[in-house]
């Protein structure tokens, strides 16, 4: 008798399953499914009152598996790779050896579209080390954006597509021209300054859609995504 062959997503889903039984054994089950949430983009344990709650203080954005997931994975693991000395890992195969831990990332999250998208810009930017070629991040998303209504064209209802694609279009787009506003510049740390001013830029992005998509809005929103997105 032939073994039961199952899908990428039924082993992604197993995966997830495992990662629930984890939170809620070592957390109450509240605690337990935020973090799944966040972490995997799972929001199937959320109750609705969390859910609104989220919604209404803008934070719908985080609970997207997408591109902070991947520089949290990526950056710490491309500086641990960079004290590598040796001749034969050069830079473009520095590059090389993360992708492997971002794809997985994504198989764990169920490829959801957020996740995709940031994973196929973080391919992008590969690419460009790879070939010496200077990375467009506004052309990448471009292209995430083609290749995934290539894939599903109803992913443009999917309301974590439209947060990830937005809070991304608002960190290339508004974040720029925040940074050479003197209000702005005058602020001391550079790395608080940036963390400020993108979490300010995201919402002022993410704001419109926000109120499209749940009919409502809170201002206090703003002040929590500047604390919250960095």
């Known amino acids: 008798i032939a073994g039961k062959r199952h899908s990428v997503q039924y082993y992604s889903s197993e995966i997830r399953e495992c990662i629930k039984n984890i ?44 591109g902070a997931h991947v520089a949290y994975i990526a950056e710490p693991l491309k500086k641990i790779i960079s004290k590598i000395k040796t001749r034969r890992l050069g830079i473009r195969l ?20 957020s996740i995709l998208r940031a994973s196929l810009m973080y391919i992008c930017m590969i690419l460009a080390v790879v070939f010496g070629r200077r990375y467009d991040p506004l052309n990448s998303l471009g292209f995430a954006g083609i290749i995934l209504m290539i894939i599903n064209p109803c992913y443009v209802f999917d309301t974590g597509f439209i947060l990830s694609f937005g809070a991304c279009m608002c960190l290339y787009i508004v974040l720029p021209v925040l940074k050479n506003i003197k209000l702005f510049s005058a602020l001391p740390c550079k790395n608080l300054k940036e963390g400020l001013l993108s979490g300010f830029a995201v919402s002022l992005g993410i704001t419109p859609i926000v109120i499209n998509m749940f009919n409502g809005f809170s201002f206090i929103s703003i002040l929590v995504n500047i604390i919250a997105s960095p």
């Open 94 to 113: 520095k590059s090389i050896i993360v992708l492997p831990f971002v794809l997985l990332l994504a198989f764990v999250s169920g490829f959801s579209p």
């Open 23 to 66: 939170l809620i054994k070592n957390s109450d089950e509240g605690t337990a499914s935020v973090c799944m949430s966040i972490m995997t983009g799972d929001s199937g344990m959320l109750e609705s009152e969390t859910k609104t709650s989220f919604q209404k203080a803008g934070l719908s954005h985080l609970m997207a598996v997408s």
